[in-house]
C-alpha cells in the first residue's frame, strides 16, 4: 500500500474539522432567539430588501437565529412559525427590526464583493436641531428658502432638500423669531403604495441610529379590512384606515414620524419640537 507523499498532508481531517465547526456555529446559533421590535417585520428570501417577502411578522414574534453571524452587515438568517400557516419557515430579517434574548456576543459579518444596494447619504441627516436660533442665522446656514409663508402667528422657510436621499420639503417653523419646530415632509410619489411603508421603514432605521429605539411605536387600524392583507395595507393607509408611528425624545427635543394618509393620497412626515419652545409656540399660534 502506498504511503502519503511526503511534505503533503492528509486533506480528508481538515475537511472533517471544517464541516464539524461549521456545524458547531449553525447548532449555537439556534439556540438563540430574536423577537420582533418593531411595529412589523419583513422576512425576505435573500439578504435583500427587493428581495421576495417571505412573510410579515408582527411585534413580539418569536425567531431562532440560523447563523450566528449577518450577511451584509445587518441581515439576520432566522427561522420562524408562521402565524397564518403553522409552517416553519426561513429567511432574513434586518437587524433593526428584531431585539435580540441574548447577550451579544462579537459578531462574524459576512461580506460580498458585489454588493450592488449600499446607502449613499446625502448630506443633510437626522441630526437634533439647534432650538432658539433667528431667520438671520438659518439663513446663514441654509441660503436663500424655495419660499416662505406664515400661518397663525408663525413664520416658515421652506427649503427643497434630499434627507437620507428622499425627496423631502423641511419647514423651518418660527415662534418670535425663535426657531421652535422643525417639519420634514416627504414628497415621493409611488404608483404602488407599500413604497410608503417602505420609505417608513427606512426613515424609521435612519432615526434609530442617530438616537436609539423609539420610546414609543403605534400601528392603529381604523378599519381593519385589510389587516390579514399585507400587500394592501399601502391602500388602507391612503384610505386613512391606518396609521403609523414612531416617537423618540432627549433632553431638547421630541421626535415623531408619522405616516397617515386619506382620500387616496399618503403622508409621510418627521416632525422636531424644541421642548423648551413648545409653549411659547404654543402661545403665539394662539394670539
Not at 449553525?26 to 417571505?54: E, I, M, N
Not at 433667528?134 to 402667528?153: D, F, T, V
Request: aromatic letters at 10%; hydrophobic letters at 35%; one cysteine or more.
Amino acid at each position: 500500500m502506498a504511503s502519503p507523499a511526503k511534505g503533503k498532508r492528509p486533506v480528508l481531517p481538515l475537511i472533517f474539522i471544517s464541516l464539524v465547526a461549521a456545524s458547531a456555529v449553525f447548532l449555537f446559533a439556534f439556540d438563540k432567539k430574536l423577537r420582533v421590535a418593531s411595529d412589523y417585520a419583513h422576512v425576505h428570501l435573500k439578504p435583500d430588501d427587493t428581495s421576495p417577502v417571505v412573510d410579515t411578522l408582527e411585534r413580539g414574534h418569536l425567531l431562532s437565529l440560523l447563523y450566528s453571524g449577518k450577511q451584509k452587515k445587518n441581515w439576520y438568517y432566522v427561522c420562524f412559525k408562521s402565524a397564518k400557516t403553522g409552517v416553519t419557515k426561513s429567511g432574513y430579517v434586518l437587524d433593526s427590526t428584531v431585539e435580540p434574548l441574548f447577550e451579544a456576543l462579537n459578531s462574524v459579518v459576512i461580506k460580498e464583493e458585489n454588493e450592488s444596494r449600499k446607502v449613499s447619504y446625502a448630506p443633510r441627516k437626522f441630526d437634533e436641531m439647534k432650538w432658539g436660533l433667528s431667520k438671520k442665522q438659518i439663513l446663514e446656514m441654509e441660503g436663500k428658502p424655495a419660499h416662505q409663508q406664515r400661518s397663525k402667528g408663525l413664520d416658515i422657510m421652506v427649503y427643497e432638500q434630499k434627507v437620507i436621499n428622499l425627496d423631502c420639503s423641511i419647514e423651518y417653523i418660527f415662534a418670535s423669531n425663535k426657531l421652535s419646530q422643525t417639519k420634514f415632509r416627504f414628497q415621493n410619489s409611488y404608483l404602488d403604495k407599500n413604497a410608503y411603508l417602505q420609505d417608513y421603514q427606512k426613515i424609521k432605521e435612519a432615526l434609530v441610529q442617530r438616537f436609539g429605539r423609539p420610546l414609543e411605536e403605534n400601528l392603529k387600524w381604523l378599519d381593519s379590512a385589510y389587516k390579514d392583507d399585507f400587500p394592501a395595507w399601502g391602500e388602507a393607509i391612503s384610505q386613512g384606515h391606518l396609521k403609523l408611528n414612531s416617537r423618540w425624545l432627549t433632553s431638547q427635543t421630541e421626535i415623531v414620524a408619522c405616516l397617515d394618509g386619506g382620500n387616496e393620497e399618503v403622508v409621510l412626515t418627521v416632525e422636531y419640537t424644541g421642548l423648551q419652545l413648545r409653549e411659547l409656540a404654543k402661545k403665539t399660534a394662539e394670539d
